[in-house]
């Protein structure tokens, strides 16, 4: 939500162009508010969802881990103020040249997903930690992950095997239960897939140690999602289930449940018009798209609050559209967006719940347009 600090810094600043404005302040709570729910897990930040420098500093001063995708990321993390042995590299797809790399620069734990990973892992970054990621549905997730990470349960428990026997370390298992994940019970289905991989490998004497329990944290968007601590109980039963009285470390590494509340993006309306007459839905374009920071409008899976000043007056559906002269910029069309009648060229909107995952997924000058600029204060 735009909270006073926001507006205030959007009124005295005034600038011009769309850019995101992230609220530090909320950042911290968030934080604390993951502590406080999950008090026996390690957070690690998912970096790719905002790695604006003035966050990562926040949250490696707070003693958060990180988790980071690439190289760059774990510099960035790095320079922030985090050690090498807060960082972990759990993309599933590396380079082994960039494993090399991470290696040297002290990271030691590493996301595998198949034993031609783990090869390259004990090749570039030897006796490091590994956790082997497990598929899981995606049910419930506004943004599902898809099949791309993980392999099933039983292919877990030889990838793991194999990592022991090139003299990894087979540190656990870790799930993502997709973003926006709004079922509390999805880390309940996932947890006993972990639990699966870790009994399997016990009786050949592989005692893992880690669940890394992924993001997946909702952020609010138009409905009322539930509390960090909703989620900490949920989570908290299924592990003592499937776990009983022998829990592991366990990991959370929050990406949109950390940031996606703290921000909030000013834009502007470029044009508003009709394709016909006697049309009733009116198509409205701003200056930010798709391509300008709002790429998980895609298929219409996350519909953030628009926010204008004239909410009070009469609303009817709009179409809206980003600036780029590209057919794929529409945002909202298959659910029309209802906006005030008396909204104006010219007008000022403010879209909230735009701190994760937007501008990072802005493009670099697409028609010329600047990459989404972003103001943390
Ligand atoms: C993107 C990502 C996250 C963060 O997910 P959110 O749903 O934004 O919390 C966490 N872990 C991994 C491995 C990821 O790729």
């Known amino acids: 939500m735009a909270t006073q600090r926001i507006l205030d810094f959007l009124s005295t600043r005034r600038p011009s162009g769309p850019c995101l404005v992230v609220d530090l302040d909320v950042v911290r709570d968030n934080f604390v508010a993951f502590e406080k729910a999950l008090p026996d897990s390690k957070i690690y930040y998912a970096v790719k969802a905002n790695p604006a420098p003035e966050i990562l500093r926040l949250l490696a001063a707070m003693g958060s881990s990180f988790d980071t995708a690439s190289v760059a990321e774990a510099e960035m993390a790095m320079d922030a103020g985090a050690p090498a042995s807060r960082i972990s590299f759990g993309n599933t797809i590396k380079k082994e040249r960039d494993i090399a790399r991470a290696y040297e620069l002290g990271i030691r734990l590493f996301a595998v997903d198949c034993v031609e990973e783990v090869e390259k892992v004990a090749r570039a970054a030897p006796g490091s930690q590994v956790f082997c990621r497990v598929l899981t549905d995606g049910e419930g997730a506004e943004w599902p992950l898809s099949r791309k990470f993980g392999c099933v349960p039983a292919m877990a428990v030889d990838v793991l095997r194999h990592a022991r026997k090139l003299g990894l370390d087979a540190h656990g298992v870790s799930f993502h239960v997709g973003s926006q994940q709004c079922d509390l019970s999805a880390w309940d289905r996932a947890l006993g897939d972990a639990k699966q991989v870790f009994a399997t490998l016990a009786e050949e004497g592989i005692v893992l140690k880690m669940v890394n329990m992924g993001g997946g944290f909702p952020t609010r968007y138009l409905r009322d999602v539930p509390a960090a601590q909703a989620y900490g109980q949920a989570i908290f039963s299924a592990l003592r289930k499937h776990f009983g ?41 701003l200056d930010i798209g798709k391509f300008g920071g709002l ?83």
């Open 245 to 285: 009285n022998r829990i592991p470390e366990t990991i959370i590494e929050p990406g949109r449940g950390m940031v996606g509340n703290a921000g909030v993006i000013k834009s502007e309306v470029v044009l508003i018009s009709k394709k016909a007459d006697n049309d009733n839905v009116r198509w409205v374009y």
């Open 295 to 377: 790429a998980e409008t895609m298929d219409e899976a996350i519909r953030y609050p628009i926010v204008t000043a004239r909410d009070a007056d009469e609303k009817t559906p709009c179409v809206l559209a980003g600036p780029t002269c590209d057919s794929a910029d529409v945002m909202y069309e298959k659910t029309p967006y209802p906006l005030p009648l008396s909204l104006t060229i010219g007008d000022e909107v403010l879209i909230e719940g735009t701190g994760a995952y937007t501008t990072t997924y802005s493009a670099v000058a697409f028609n010329g347009f600047e990459p989404l600029r972003s103001y943390v204060i």
